[in-house]
């Protein structure tokens, strides 16, 4: 999906949250930044994270994005739509 995207300093910004039984946090929408904000950057994060064993806490996940992602600290541009997308990897 991120590979379709225009990722870049005025264009898409991703964040990512690992879930399962407790959520992670693995990148937020300012983690990278100037050159380093770029799709080939996003997919190195999104390939690093590990698999997590647990139960899949979805509710735990939305409210870590809510509290930790979606805020103007983590980056969040208030002028820009959002879109979330959940995938659940079995």
């Known amino acids: 999906i991120v590979s379709k995207l225009d990722v870049g300093p ?5 964040a990512a949250i ?4 407790n959520p992670e946090i693995a990148l937020r929408f300012n ?9 080939d ?4 994060v999104l390939d690093g994270l590990r698999w997590q064993r647990g139960f899949t806490y979805i509710d735990k996940a939305l409210e870590q ?3 930790g992602v979606f805020t ?5 541009r208030s002028n820009v739509p959002k879109v979330m997308i959940c995938l659940i990897v079995a």
């Open 31 to 39: 983690t990278l930044s100037g050159s380093k904000l770029n799709v």
């Open 65 to 67: 994005a809510a509290q």
């Open 72 to 76: 103007t600290a983590a980056g969040m």
């Open 10 to 14: 005025t264009t898409t910004h991703i």
């Open 18 to 21: 690992s879930y399962s039984t």
């Open 41 to 44: 950057e996003v997919v190195k």
